[in-house]
C-alpha cells in the first residue's frame, strides 16, 4: 500500500491518500484543506477514489470536504455517529476560528460505530477501532497487513490530542490510547492528523505523557 500525505490549511493538517497498487483503488484518510492536491492526484494517476474516512469530525479534518465532493459528487463520506454533533455545528467551529463555514454534504454514512472491518480492496481493508477521548466519536484506522494506523488527533510525535475542545476528555483520551494505540504492534506506524509520523515504539519509549512515571502505563 503506498500512502501519501497532504499537509495544508492553518492549521497545518494531515489528509492521507492510500492507495493499493494493483487495483488502482483509494481511500482519503480526513478530508482536510489539502484534499483537494489528494483528489487531483487521483485523476492524473487514474485512481479510483473509493470513499473519506473521517477519524473525527473538528473542522480541519472535514473542511476539504467540499472540493473532494465538488469533483466526486457521489463518494460516501463515512464518520462515526458520535461525532455527528460535531459535524452539524462545523459552521460555529469555524466561527470560533474566524474562517468561513465549510461546504459539508448532508449524508455523510454514520456507520463506523458498528463496522469492526472496512474492505475497499487489495490492500484497502481497514480495522475500526473506537477512540474517543479528543472526540466523542474519535476512531482509528489500522491496516494491520500493512502496519499502519490512522490515528487522526489521539496521539502525535511526541505529544496528544487536546482535550479541551467540546466532548473532549483527558481520562477517556488516554484510556484510548493505552486500550487502542499501545495494544499494536511495537513497529506499526502511527499516521497522526498533524506532524510527522512516528511508532508505536516510539511514542512508548519517549512520548512524554505516556512514558512511565508520568502516565503509569506505557
Same mark, same amino acid.
Given at each position: ?66 472540493? %473532494? ?7 460516501? %463520506? ?72 490512522? %490515528? ?58 505516556? %512514558? ?7
Amino acid at each position: 500500500m503506498r500512502i501519501e500525505r497532504f499537509e495544508a490549511g492553518p492549521f497545518a493538517q494531515n489528509s492521507w491518500l492510500a492507495i493499493c497498487a494493483e487495483s488502482r483503488g483509494a481511500v482519503l484518510v480526513d478530508a482536510g484543506a489539502g484534499s483537494g492536491a489528494a483528489v487531483a492526484l487521483c485523476e492524473r494517476e487514474g485512481l479510483e477514489l473509493h470513499a473519506v474516512l473521517l477519524t473525527h469530525a473538528h473542522l480541519d479534518h472535514v473542511d476539504g470536504l467540499g472540493a %473532494v465532493r465538488a469533483a466526486l459528487p457521489e463518494i460516501p %463520506v463515512h464518520l462515526h455517529p458520535l461525532d455527528l454533533p460535531l459535524w452539524q455545528a462545523a459552521g460555529q467551529q469555524a466561527a470560533m476560528f474566524g474562517m468561513p463555514a465549510p461546504r459539508l454534504p448532508e449524508d455523510p454514512v454514520l456507520d463506523l460505530g458498528e463496522r469492526e472491518e472496512l474492505d475497499f480492496g487489495g490492500d484497502l481493508r481497514f480495522r475500526v477501532r473506537f477512540a474517543p477521548g479528543h472526540a466523542p466519536g474519535h476512531v482509528l484506522f489500522v491496516q494491520v497487513d500493512e502496519g499502519v494506523a490512522f %490515528v487522526g488527533d489521539v496521539v502525535f510525535a511526541g505529544s496528544i490530542g487536546r482535550t479541551d475542545l467540546p466532548g473532549g476528555s483527558l481520562d477517556t483520551l488516554m484510556a484510548s490510547i493505552r486500550d487502542q494505540v499501545l495494544t499494536l504492534p511495537e513497529a506499526t506506524r502511527l499516521l497522526p492528523g498533524h506532524g510527522p509520523e512516528t511508532t508505536v515504539a516510539r511514542e512508548r519509549a519517549s512520548n512524554p505523557f505516556l %512514558v512511565s512515571g508520568r502516565s503509569g502505563f506505557a
